[in-house]
């Protein structure tokens, strides 16, 4: 279990932090609260090393909040048909737009890079 928690944690991470790591996780109980911290930190380095995913995942747990209360609200019953009153048509602008906003960033972001290595 130790070993799969220590693999769960970025390459680049474990070869600076993973022998100090390990022995930090041989010397500790493996509690459910340590492992929990364990994924919780694995998690986080992720993130850092790949801002982009924590835009993605942002946009998708946001696109997915909003489609839980608009279906709550009974503004919709699906995402994918088309809405059949301006209301329902707000709901869906208000789903969508989070995703829409990450995926418009990120096709900028390749455009100027493309853009860079022209130059």
């Keep these: 279990m130790r070993r799969f928690l220590l693999a769960l944690c970025p390459r680049q991470w474990r070869a600076r932090y993973g022998d100090e ?4 996780l041989r010397d500790t109980p493996l509690t459910l609260a340590a492992v929990v911290d364990v994924l919780r930190l694995a998690m986080r380095l992720h993130l850092r090393a790949r801002p982009w995913l924590a835009q993605i995942a942002g946009a998708v747990l946001a696109t997915a909040a909003m489609e839980a209360a608009a279906v709550r609200a009974e ?3 699906n995402i994918l048909w088309a809405p059949s009153t ?3 048509a707000l709901a869906l602008v208000a789903v969508l737009t989070p ?3 990450v995926v418009d960033s ?3 972001r390749r ?3 493309r853009g860079d290595e022209l130059a």
Excluded: G, I, V, Y
Aim: charged residues 15%; positive net charge.
């Design 21 to 24: 790591f390990a022995a930090l």
């Design 75 to 77: 503004l919709t019953d």
């Design 86 to 88: 301006p209301l329902r």
């Design 99 to 101: 995703t829409a906003m």
């Design 106 to 108: 990120a096709a900028m």
């Design 111 to 113: 455009a100027r890079l």
